[in-house]
């Protein structure tokens, strides 16, 4: 993608430049100087594309002025980022890296375009990139033949391989290089070619009719919408619709931000002008007046409420078999043996356990990715846990979102936007996650989320050692073992915390094992009553050396019995 970005900068003006004006350029300042878009991965926050963009890139002999290209992200979480791009696509063009192979991103992309070609019967196809040629090792020929083999395997007919199948004609399979730049020109004239197959057309002097990309609020413009032309064209002043939100066209830009006085089909746009903010993979659609809009806004704000009480109808009958098929039902014995073994009584009484949160992301369908995201992690977790977004918007967290967070007792995620209110957040006690990297808030969001699960006791393994020689003080009413540290360290009285715990230090206890079985009267665990280092007490002591040690209580010791020094923790779990 950054090497066509590079392609469609051109000049800066979106048009090939001329040989002669390349030649003039200074040689040492193209090559220090590049373009903002040139090197998309390499400055996107965690070196991955988290934001679907589009721009075009320009043709001087062929019989079309552009190709237009949306880059959609290929993390897991943005599946909707994704499906809103191909629906605003005529030809899917699925990377495929030569030394991997198929993923599981291809086969999302795969399933995606069959289930369109089998409910629509067409409207879209595809070509495949086999990337990465040039890497050291790969023999494209292989990497060919490997990738045409798992591409069958999926239903996907490549060219040269048999003839159309349900899921439309053969695809084009083309090897290229994002690095060099190789194949790019056949991959160009590809869907060139695939353009002229599927005999795309639109009209011009019609209204227009798009998708909305993405969406989001900048200061001092209001709600920017990126958009595609599907059908028609767009000026300024006119009325948009996109869902239930109208808008009047104020500022019509490009991708660089450059001023448009009309858009065409096919072409990336940004709309400012949206009253409120429309939903990513939204269609729009331009209207002949205002009142028009409203009239089409009302019967669809009409026809979602009757939907949302036909829905709550059936959450409502179905409520009672819901609560006997969630993940309550899992056996959590493990837990239950352990608490009963340390004598910890637990209230769970079976319910889900509900962890409200507030999101702030920087646009719509960044949103909707780190929501649905979340929402799942907390459906895919082994705990009983539900994952309610109490609160989402766009833009900075703001001192509201505090308040509500304190009340409800809710943690603060912001995705790619600024914190605006973390004084508040840290006089209110509230937690708030934040990062650029959509892979690092989950993690964050998974360990964080654990807090509110109920603590479960956690064995700390801390040292061992062998008895070697049995002592008596003060006639027989103490023993004393003496003691040869095999592993780890022993602790008189408590493990220091920092060390080998977290938080507040633990009681450090002991048990002792012979012949290979714990002796049932120090299974729970035995205190220490005295550790000394020959003569002299300590307050721990480590492998290799020797020392004395006598528990409460207890006075059973035999030589070659095993000593073990362990703590118990009370832990939350990760989700």
């Known amino acids: 993608m950054d090497a066509l970005r590079r392609r469609a900068a051109g000049d800066g003006s979106g048009k090939k430049e001329k040989k002669k004006d390349k030649k003039k350029k200074n040689k040492n300042a193209a090559a220090t100087k590049k373009n903002k878009d040139d090197d998309v991965a390499g400055t996107e926050a965690g070196g991955i594309t988290q934001v679907i963009s589009a721009f075009q890139v320009p043709l001087a002999d062929a019989d079309v ?233 009302e019967r669809r704000k009409v026809a979602q409420e009757t939907e949302a009480i036909v829905n709550a109808t059936v959450s409502n009958n179905s409520k009672a078999e819901l609560q006997s098929a969630g993940k309550h039902l899992m056996s959590y014995d493990w837990r239950e043996r352990l608490q009963a073994k340390h004598g910890i009584d637990s209230s769970d009484d079976g319910s889900p356990t509900r962890i409200p949160v507030i999101l702030r992301a920087d646009g719509e ?107 008596s003080i003060g006639g027989l009413e103490t023993q004393v073992a003496g003691l040869q540290i095999q592993d780890g360290t022993l602790y008189r009285d408590k493990v220091p915390s920092g060390k080998t715990t977290r938080g507040p230090s633990l009681t450090a206890l002991y048990r002792v094992i012979r012949d290979g079985k714990v002796l049932e009267e120090t299974a729970k665990g035995l205190p220490s009553t005295s550790l000394k280092h020959y003569k002299e007490d300590v307050v721990e002591i480590g492998r290799g050396k020797e020392c004395g040690l006598s528990l409460a209580d207890f006075n059973g010791f035999e030589e070659g019995d095993i000593v073990e020094c362990w703590s118990i923790s009370m832990e939350h779990q990760s989700l």
């Open 65 to 297: 002025d552009a190709v237009t290209f949306l880059d959609t992200p290929g993390h897991a979480a943005f599946r909707a980022m994704r499906q809103s791009g191909s629906d605003a696509a005529d030809v899917i063009v699925l990377v495929v890296a030569a030394d991997d192979g198929v993923s599981p991103q291809t086969v999302e992309i795969i399933e995606f375009y069959k289930s369109i070609i089998k409910s629509s019967g067409g409207g879209i196809s595809m070509l495949v990139a086999l990337n990465k040629i040039d890497k050291p090792g790969i023999d494209v020929q292989a990497a060919r033949t490997k990738l045409e083999g798992q591409l069958l395997e999926h239903g996907i007919v490549p060219e040269g391989m048999g003839t159309e199948s349900e899921f439309g004609p053969p695809v084009q399979l083309i090897p290229v290089s994002g690095l060099t730049g190789e194949g790019l020109d056949e991959l160009i004239g590809g869907l060139v070619l695939q353009s002229e197959i599927m005999d795309l057309r639109a009209d011009k002097d019609a209204r227009a009719e798009g998708v909305v990309l993405d969406a989001r609020v900048e200061k001092g413009l209001g709600v920017v919408a990126d958009c595609i032309i599907r059908w028609g064209s767009i000026a300024k002043g006119d009325v948009v619709v996109s869902g239930v939100q109208i808008g009047k066209v104020r500022i019509l830009r490009d991708v660089n931000d450059k001023m448009l006085k009309q858009g065409s089909p096919s072409q990336p746009i940004r709309i400012v002008g949206f009253e409120e903010i429309p939903k990513a993979g939204d269609p729009f659609v331009c209207m002949e007046s205002e009142e028009e809009a409203n009239e089409l806004v």
């Open 365 to 471: 369908g960044s949103l909707a990715a780190l929501k649905e995201s979340l929402v799942l992690m907390g459906k895919e977790s082994t705990h009983n846990v539900i994952i309610d977004p109490i609160q989402v918007g766009i833009g900075p967290a703001l001192p509201a979102d505090v308040e509500i967070a304190k009340e409800s007792h809710a943690a603060i995620v912001c995705f790619n936007v600024k914190n605006d209110a973390a004084k508040e957040a840290d006089r209110a006690s509230v937690h708030v996650l934040r990062s650029d990297v959509i892979y690092s808030i989950l993690d964050e969001a998974r360990k964080y989320f654990g807090t509110y699960l109920p603590a479960t006791p956690v064995e700390k393994f801390h040292g061992r050692a062998k008895v070697g020689a049995v002592f």
